[in-house]
């Protein structure tokens, strides 16, 4: 059923595109009540509206704080049409059909560096959800629209039936209450992170998590389990949440874990790169002249494990890279800044495959949510980025420069590894990869069972470990095996052991001062 809209109600403050649904709304012989500056931005405009204080006879007071909290407007918001006629006309309340609203900007205020604390109580808006919370419940008798992007398909409907059918004045009232569930998410966000000398601490004593469904995916970790996907209300340019699936069957809950550990892996080199992802661990990475030759390369890595994996580039991907993938192997995503028509092409060859282009960007996600029991694990992120002159080498030999530069690679691609993590690498790939055992020696053992497989040879190569060595068994274990230079975080009450096992075996190492753990 379509409701008629005959009068409307307009407050906003994003005014985007709000003359414009004004003027077609008068044009439909519909009646403007507005308040304040939205009354005079549709005046300026030629447009006849009737503004809030002449209605309810009563002026904006202290400086605009109360303008709408009176019977005459919510009682216009509330009114049930069948129901409530005949006190509306005893009290000479008109009904509204219609609320064009959107709340104070208190994210934009809050969000600059120099916004003080009353400056953003000034931007809690009071009035504003009060209204859009009364339109909303009365659903079955007006439509509420909050953002701009709501206004054409509104308006289409209004010009073709004179209304707004039943199942959209739902949706609308849906979308209006999760506005107001965001903006006082934000509120309390941000308050409850006031200490009471002013500065704001880096948690909130409440955590007011604000997710929109992107979609439902196939299943969960297993079949028999249910799951979806929601991002960010405001995701991070760059980050996983802001793709777009350009071909492929739906999406499982691993193929998005798995492929978020491998796009955040890629995203961290500046060459032409390619990350290869099997079950949460990087099982090949490596820098090419292109996509293709990355590819080749991390593929040789691993090329057992490879099958069925995440493969993320940094690099648009061409057809040569497409062509390469699906000749050699079944892959469950492929993930690219861009994604060329060319290399859509090919993998089209192979409907299965999941193709994911994300939009270029260099936002990070500040912090980090783990669920346990009836309680969350929130942590900032871990973007540290080690430059070289962190280093801190405490061998008696440095490492070559071209050691350095595979130092440098293998503790990027550590950082992504589960722990304990220990990494192979030489010539800006890896040779073989550890992860996720209850001991560090065993993650080296298995990553040296890795690069044999592979065919490596491990004399000459670098070894990376995300936390500190706690006995020298482990170089003394990597010696073994050719190592020539090692990259950790040091720190641990034996280091002076295990430097001297490095000298002892003329290895050069080097300190990062900060370690990587990764559960």
Same mark, same amino acid.
């Given at each position: ?71 005459l407007i919510h ?78 398909? +509104?308006?289409?409907?209004?010009? !073709?039936? /004179? $209304?707004?059918?039943?199942?959209? #004045?739902?949706?609308? *009232?849906? @979308? %209006? ?11 309390s966000d941000y ?105 080749e390369r991390a593929? +040789?890595?691993?090329?057992?494990? !490879?099958? /069925? $994996?995440?493969?993320?580039?940094? #690099?648009?991907?061409? *057809?040569? @890279? %497409? ?128 690069? !044999?497989?592979? $065919? ?10 995300? @936390? ?52």
């Open positions: 059923m379509t409701h008629i809209v005959r009068r409307a109600l307009l407050s906003v403050s994003d005014k985007a595109g709000v003359v414009d649904l004004a003027r077609r709304l008068a044009a439909a012989g519909i009646e403007l009540v507005s308040t304040g500056g939205t009354c005079r931005a549709l005046r300026e405009a030629g447009l006849a509206v009737r503004e809030v204080a002449e209605l309810t006879g009563f002026p904006e007071i202290m400086d605009g704080r109360v303008k709408t909290l009176h019977p009682g216009g918001l509330l009114g049930r049409r069948g129901v409530d006629d005949a006190v509306m006309a005893a009290h000479g309340i008109g009904a509204f059909d219609l609320l064009v609203l959107n709340l104070y900007p208190f994210e934009a205020t809050v969000a600059r560096p120099d916004c003080t604390l009353d400056e953003a109580v000034e931007q809690i808006d009071i009035g504003g959800p009060a209204m859009l919370r009364a339109a909303a419940k009365n659903f079955r008798h007006l439509a509420v629209l909050t953002d701009p992007g709501q206004y054409a398909a +509104a308006l289409g409907q209004i010009e !073709a039936s /004179g $209304g707004v059918g039943d199942a959209d #004045r739902f949706a609308l *009232a849906v @979308a %209006a209450f999760n506005h107001v569930a965001n903006y006082d998410a934000a509120i308050l409850s992170a006031i200490r009471p000398d002013g500065t704001r601490a880096a948690f909130p004593d409440q955590a007011n998590g604000r997710h929109v469904k992107v979609m439902d995916l196939r299943y969960g970790e297993n079949p028999h389990q249910q799951a979806a996907f929601y991002r960010d209300l405001r995701p991070a340019p760059g980050t996983l949440a802001t793709f777009r699936q350009l071909q492929g069957k739906e999406l499982s809950y691993n193929n998005l874990a798995d492929a978020d550990a491998a796009w955040e892996a890629v995203r961290g080199f500046q060459a032409p790169a390619c990350v290869i992802v099997k079950h949460a661990n990087p099982c090949g990475v490596a820098l090419g002249a292109g996509p293709a030759e990355a590819y593929y +040789a890595c691993d090329s057992t494990s !490879a099958f /069925g $994996g995440i493969i993320a580039f940094n #690099r648009p991907l061409d *057809a040569a @890279a %497409a062509e390469a993938i699906v000749g050699r192997q079944f892959a469950e995503v492929i993930i690219a800044p861009a994604v060329g028509a060319d290399a859509l092409a090919v993998t089209a060859g192979k409907p299965n495959i999941r193709v994911l282009e994300i939009p270029p960007g260099d936002g990070r996600n500040t912090h980090e949510v783990k669920r346990i029991g009836s309680g969350l694990l929130i942590q900032t992120a871990d973007t540290h980025v080690l430059a070289r002159g962190d280093l801190k080498v405490v061998t008696r030999r440095a490492p070559t420069p071209a050691e350095l530069d595979d130092l440098m690679f293998a503790w990027e691609v550590a950082r992504y590894v589960k722990s304990n993590a220990i990494v192979y690498a030489a010539g800006q790939r890896t040779l073989g990869v550890g992860a996720g055992q209850m001991s560090r020696v065993d993650s080296a053992r298995i990553a040296a069972l890795k690069a !044999a497989e592979a $065919g490596f040879e491990l004399a000459g190569a670098v070894m990376a470990s995300d @936390a500190f060595f706690p006995f020298r068994d482990g170089l003394d274990a990597a010696a073994e095996r050719g190592i020539a230079a090692v990259i950790q975080p040091g720190g641990s009450m034996r280091d002076a052991e295990v430097i001297a096992a490095a000298d002892a075996h003329g290895m050069a190492m080097v300190f990062t001062g900060v370690r990587h753990f990764r559960h």
